[in-house]
């Protein structure tokens, strides 16, 4: 395959999930592809991955990519912008708000023969956390840190100068 044609599967690949169809989307996974996601432990098979979109996808309709980058080289295209779409399903234990979200995201993606048989994600989770009204609280190395730092401060500012 050329790398304009590898550049035109993955493009219609991200183009079939956004007009919900999903079926054409999977025909350009190779059966045998690995998916690696930020935030997901380990590699994900083409069932998992596919169930991982569809799940995002169940909780996010009217999904678009606007990709303000597309790099193709050899078999892979690299693809970064922006996904908008609003919340209107549960995720991730967080019944739907209506929010209208908008991360950026990149991705990068192998073809071989027509099909993606490799796929990286990286998504802006925080950013999306944020939109949704989700409370991101630190762990306690940072709880810790924070409590010490402002501990430090009150009893520096309160020292007073004795010397008269």
Not at 37 to 43: D, E
Request: glycine share 10%; proline share 2%; net charge neutral.
């Amino acid at each position: 395959m050329t790398t304009d044609a590898n550049r035109a599967t993955v493009l219609q690949f991200y183009q079939s999930f956004d007009e919900r169809q999903f079926e054409r989307a999977m025909a350009l996974l190779s059966p045998n592809c690995v998916a690696h996601m930020a935030g997901v432990q380990g590699a994900m098979n083409r069932q998992e991955f596919e169930a991982f979109g569809s799940s995002f996808y169940s909780a996010f309709d009217r999904g678009q990519h606007q990709f303000d980058e597309i790099i193709a080289t050899g078999d892979r295209v690299v693809t970064s912008g922006t996904f908008t779409a609003t919340h209107l399903g549960a995720f991730q234990g967080l019944p739907a708000t209506g929010q209208r979200i908008c991360i950026s995201v990149m991705h990068i993606d192998r073809v071989e023969n027509g099909a993606i048989v490799e796929h990286w994600g990286q998504g802006n989770a925080l950013g999306l956390m944020q939109q949704l009204g989700m409370l991101v609280i630190p762990g306690p190395k940072l709880l810790t840190r924070g409590f010490k730092s402002a501990i430090s401060k009150l009893f520096s500012s309160s020292k007073v100068d004795t010397r008269s």
